[in-house]
């Protein structure tokens, strides 16, 4: 879910800062859930959907098939609001997952292509 709050004559999405400070004020460990929670939702179609297992300081995360491990060290050194996220889902392409990068404004976000209302 996207929040917005209202400004002048526009509203201003505030998701961009709510995971700036997320990822800014959390542990790399309890971020990397967010990142999955969010994966999970934007991918509700996916049967099993996206799966996070923990592994002495490893990360697997694996969906539909595919799969990545990652490490605390690698979390925290992608760790922005949307790095993880991205690197997520370009290890997937790499793998074989297809997927629109303009299916939403989370995906956008995440490889960094929306302005306003104008996907570029």
Do not use: H, W
């Not at 694996?62 to 997520?88: A, F, R, V």
């Not at 997937?92 to 629109?100: L, P, S, T």
């Amino acid at each position: 879910m996207f929040y917005k709050y209202f400004i002048g004559d526009d509203y201003v999405n505030t998701t961009g800062f709510i995971r700036g400070y997320m990822s800014k004020n959390m542990a790399g460990e309890d971020f990397i859930g967010v990142v999955v929670s969010a994966l999970n939702r934007e991918f509700e179609e996916i049967e099993n959907g996206v799966k996070l297992d923990k592994f002495n300081d490893k990360f697997v995360i694996t969906m539909d098939g595919y799969s990545l491990t990652l490490s605390k060290e690698l979390i925290n050194s992608l760790k922005s609001p949307y790095g993880i996220d991205k690197y997520i889902l370009e290890e997937f392409e790499k793998q074989g997952f297809e997927f629109d990068r303009n299916r939403s404004q989370y995906i956008q976000y995440c490889f960094g292509n929306y302005v306003g209302d104008q996907v570029l």
